[in-house]
């Protein structure tokens, strides 16, 4: 059992409209980060917070932007939604990103439908 | 560019038999880490097994290995005794530290 929880597990939005997924990390983990995986394909690394800190980003706009607060939850913000941003958001917990050897522990998912 | 690759996107095996499944990756990096993640219907991302590349030693958890061929960037996974709960996408990924980099997984169907 990981003990990574997200919420809400299925979120349906229109265009245009902003968005908040959630997550619980597992107690002890200090390192969260975020992925988008469509459909038919693996997970794509959006970002990764340390500590509360940005600690690392790939290769998605600003409108991708994150929190990570003290008591190992979080939040992945998408603003001005698209269709192409219809896939399922995976959280993954680590103890300590900054360790090379750091293992990444997923949660099940939250699937958005942009409209 | 870092890469990683699964060729295969479907594979079956009948229920006790064995299968392999590939991997390969393109870094210039000397030091990094290879997983293999399991993800059922339940869409959960599992660890199924982790290599460290600086260790020549192939990994092994339970009924599950792995072929680690580090100057071909190869990394397959070996699954043994074929079980029905065994029936997921397989991903391979690799990591340098940070972000892990995923292939497009390989679909696995166990026969009965």
């Known amino acids: 059992e990981t003990g990574v929880t997200q919420s809400p597990t299925h979120l349906i939005k229109t265009r245009g409209q902003q968005v908040t997924l959630r997550c619980s990390s597992q107690?002890?983990?200090?390192?969260v980060s975020w992925y988008q995986q469509a459909l038919g394909q693996g997970p794509q690394f959006i970002f990764q917070?340390?500590?509360?800190?940005?600690?690392g980003r790939g290769n998605f706009p600003p409108r991708f932007s994150g929190l990570q607060f003290p008591n190992y939850s979080s939040e992945l913000n998408v603003n001005a939604l698209e269709l192409d941003d219809s896939a399922l958001y995976l959280c993954?917990?680590?103890?300590?990103?900054?360790?090379?050897?750091?293992?990444?522990?997923f949660g099940p998912g939250t699937r958005l439908t942009v409209l | 560019a870092q890469t990683v690759t699964q060729s295969q996107p479907e594979m079956s095996v009948q229920e006790a038999e064995t299968v392999t499944l590939s991997c390969t990756y393109d870094?210039?990096?000397?030091?990094?880490?290879l997983f293999w993640y399991k993800q059922p219907p339940s869409r959960q991302m599992i660890l199924v097994i982790r290599?460290?590349?600086?260790?020549?030693q192939n990994a092994t958890e339970n009924r599950f290995s792995v072929n680690f061929q580090k100057a071909a960037k190869s990394f397959s996974l070996k699954i043994s005794d074929s079980q029905l709960g065994d029936a997921a996408m397989y991903f391979c990924?690799?990591?340098?530290?940070?972000?892990?980099?995923f292939g497009t997984g390989t679909r696995l169907k166990v026969l009965a």
């Open positions: 993954a917990s680590s103890l300590d990103g900054l360790q090379r050897a750091d293992t990444q522990y």
């Open positions: 107690s002890g983990h200090n390192t």
């Open positions: 917070y340390y500590r509360e800190e940005e600690n």
């Open positions: 870094t210039s990096e000397s030091d990094y880490y």
């Open positions: 290599q460290e590349a600086y260790k020549q």
């Open positions: 990924a690799y990591s340098p530290g940070l972000k892990y980099i």
